[in-house]
Structure formats: C-alpha cells, structure tokens
C-alpha cells in the first residue's frame, strides 16, 4: 500500500503543479494579448498604414501564436515535471529521423517539414512584402506608372526562387547534385520547352523596359482592349465586351501592337464630314 500511497502522491503533486503552471500561463497570456491591442495602437506601429488597415488580422495571428506558445511552454514543463520530457524528445527525434532512402538520396521525416515549413515562410514573407510595399513605400515615391507592378513581381518570384533553394537545403539534399539536374533540366528547356521560356523572358522584358503597362489600351491583330495582367508567361487584355484576351508575353516583344497610352491618354480621333 506504501508504492500505492506514494505513486497517488506523485500524480497528485504532478497535477496540482500542472494546473497552477496553467493558471499562471493563462493570466500571462491575457496581459499579452492586452500588450499586443495597445502595441497595435500605439506609435510607432500606428504610423504604418498596414497595421492601420490590417490591425484586427494582425490583433488575431500574434495572439493566436501566443495562445500556442503558451500551450507549448505548459507541455514541456508539465512532462520536466513528471519527469518524461527527456523521453519524450527522444521519441520525436526517433520519428524526424525516420524515412526511406533510394539510391544515394535519403528523406527523412524531419527533413520534409523543415522543407515544407520553409516554403511556407517563403510564401508569406512574399506577401508581407508585397502588402508592405503597396501600402507603405509606394504611397511615399513618385514612381511611374508600372513600375510598382514590376517592382512587386521581382520581389514576388525572388523571395520565392531564394525560399525554394534554402528549402532544398533545408531537406538535406546535396546542392551539387541539384545543379546537375538542373543543367540536366535547362538543356531539356533549350531543346522541349523553347516556347515557354522565350515567354518567361519576354515577361521579364515587359516589366523592366515597360512598352506596356497595367492599364494601357492596346490594339493587337485587330482586337482593341485594357491591359489587365502581365504575368511571367502570359498577359491578360480586356477587351470592350467584357471578353479576357490571353496574349503570350512573346507576342507582344516580337509582333508590332499598337499602344494608345504609351506615354499619355490624350490622343485625337478622326471624324468623317461630307460636305454637298
């Protein structure tokens, strides 16, 4: 009864220290949360126009990852205190480490989350640096019309192009052999895929020298219509119908198009009078 007596008094300890540690986690997240409402408020982070428009999303994703924080930090301390957290690391590390391995390539567990993860925080730092720069750097330059746009879209696809690479690191693959199938792979580009990467170039030929911009009305092979898109591969035109032109990028480098608002938006027009 001695084992007994003395086991109900470990779980009973482990518990109530369990639950005070709880108590006192949940009162430290409510001060966060009220820190996090008045940090939003406040200056310096009043002065951005992001946090202006966006402060209720921002308000909810810090304190959601709060809430998990503290929901983590309540999970290692109550396994230090039953005395299982050491154990219990070492099954996880057990588990990241399991895979499967073909040839001289070998994936583990660990490895696809960390690549998985950090494509993720590529794809969101992508679009906080867009949002940041639509909301709070445009506003303040004098730029062209367009260059906004190019200047989004080359941040877009190098932020994603650089969180690719270091995902590719991230999942232990050898670098030297990815640059072997990717020579492998532009060689397949210069011989298969000819079409699609003229348009790849050409898109970056339209954001940069700019003979088209978003908004301009333009007149290819006959149909007269606004620039809506100008994507990497294709841009997309508008005509008066409503009716959305898909025009490869290479078409509008190589083929003569006419552009009625290159450099301004006054243009005349011709008026047939007959006379008796």
């Known amino acids: 009864s001695l084992g007994f007596m003395g086991a109900a008094e470990f779980v009973g300890n482990a518990v109530l220290r369990s639950s005070y540690l709880a108590l006192v986690l949940y009162a430290l997240v409510r001060v966060v949360d009220g ?11 009043n002065l951005l ?17 709060n809430r ?4 983590l930090i309540w999970i290692v301390a109550s396994l230090e205190i039953v005395s299982q957290r050491t154990k ?3 099954i996880l590390l057990a588990a990241t480490e399991a895979g499967f391995k073909i040839g001289a390539f070998h994936l583990t567990v660990g490895n696809a989350i960390s690549f998985i993860i950090t494509l993720w925080l590529a794809r969101q730092l992508s679009r906080l640096i867009e949002v940041v720069l639509q909301e709070d750097v445009y506003p303040h330059l004098e730029l062209s019309e367009g260059v906004p746009y190019a200047i989004t879209t080359t941040a877009h696809y190098t932020v994603l192009v650089v969180g690719f690479i270091l995902a590719i690191s991230a999942a232990g693959i050898d670098m030297t052999r990815f640059t072997i199938l ?18 790849f170039v050409s898109g970056l030929i339209l954001l940069f020298e700019r003979p088209i911009k978003l ?18 591969r294709a841009s997309v035109v508008r005509t008066a119908t409503n009716a959305e032109i898909v025009v490869p990028n290479s078409k509008l480098i190589s083929d003569k198009f006419t552009n009625w608002t290159l450099s301004n938006r006054h243009r005349g027009i011709e008026i047939l009078v007959t006379v008796g």
């Open 182 to 199: 990717a020579g492998a792979f532009s060689v397949g580009l210069g011989f298969g895929l000819q079409n699609i990467l003229n348009n």
């Open 215 to 232: 908004g301009d009305f333009v007149q290819l092979d006959g149909v007269n219509g606004k620039v809506e898109r100008i994507g990497i």
């Open 88 to 90: 219990v690391w070492d």
């Open 68 to 71: 998990v924080l503290a929901v």
């Open 49 to 65: 126009a992001i946090v202006r428009q966006h402060r209720s999303k921002f308000r909810k994703r810090l304190q959601g990852l």
């Open 35 to 45: 820190a996090i409402f008045l940090a939003l408020r406040l200056r310096p982070l």
